[in-house]
């Protein structure tokens, strides 16, 4: 049982992190910097992105991931979690694709796949 929870945390910091990215990915493509003139404009829409409250959603995501991945910390050697944060990467492009229509190729493919078996591989070194 304490197993799973150990990885449970792993789990979070992932998930936390990707949803984070996707939230920030969608609210983000409504906007463009290259619509705005000066340096004044541009700060302007910067700062108030910060008020947006999907963007907040997404900071307290971020923070919630790194207070999991601390204590995911104490659970793991680093050696043996960090490779997991690659999951983020997997599940990133694999929601890019179904939710912004972002392409996929065959390098990317073959990237994930690698990736999976590599933490598989590193996985049975528990």
Do not use: C, R
């Amino acid at each position: 049982m304490q197993f799973i929870l150990n990885h449970l945390y792993l789990l979070l910091a992932i998930s936390f992190g990707v949803v984070s990215q996707l939230i920030i990915k969608w609210q983000m493509s409504a906007f463009s910097f290259d619509d705005y003139e000066t340096w004044q404009d541009k700060l302007t829409l910067a700062f108030s992105m910060f008020l947006n409250p999907y963007i907040i959603i997404s900071l307290i995501l971020t923070l919630l991931a790194g207070v999991t991945w601390m204590i995911a910390m104490t659970k793991f050697e680093i050696s043996y979690a960090y490779p997991f944060t690659l999951l983020g990467l997997v599940l990133v492009t694999i929601f890019s694709v179904v939710f912004f229509g972002e392409s996929v190729n065959t390098y990317k493919l073959s990237g994930i796949v690698l990736i999976v078996l590599g933490i598989v591989v590193i996985s049975k070194g528990i």
